[in-house]
């Protein structure tokens, strides 16, 4: 018959196993939290818009860090549609970072 009333015998080696385990977990969450937003720096001003040119090639330009959330924001702080042109002024923000 099953005593339902006694607690579980885990072997020790089987206790530190687990709480190993479980610590693991937590550090690789703590650290993947932490490495989550980088931030990015920019040098602020505008950029006139030169045949050839891409959000993402200005923003690899006058930016470090994190070039895919710096072009987000120079593309939605420019109020630009999802193509730009020649002659188009993109606002250069100074960044988060």
């Given amino acids: 018959m099953l005593d339902i009333d006694s607690e579980p015998s885990y ?7 687990a709480f190993a385990l479980a610590m693991a977990g937590l550090g690789g969450f703590l650290w ?10 920019c040098q602020e001003g505008t950029h ?6 891409t959000v993402w090639s200005v923003a ?8 895919a959330s710096a072009s987000y924001y120079i593309r939605t702080g420019s109020d ?3 193509t730009i ?3 188009d002024r993109l606002i250069i ?5």
């Fill in 11 to 17: 072997p020790d080696h089987m206790r530190w196993r």
């Fill in 80 to 82: 630009l549609g999802p």
């Fill in 48 to 53: 006139i818009v030169q045949p050839g040119d």
């Fill in 85 to 87: 042109y020649p002659g």
């Fill in 32 to 41: 993947a939290l932490d490495s989550c937003d980088p931030g990015y720096t």
């Fill in 60 to 67: 690899e330009e006058r930016c470090e860090g994190d070039i």
């Fill in 93 to 97: 923000p100074k960044g988060d970072g």
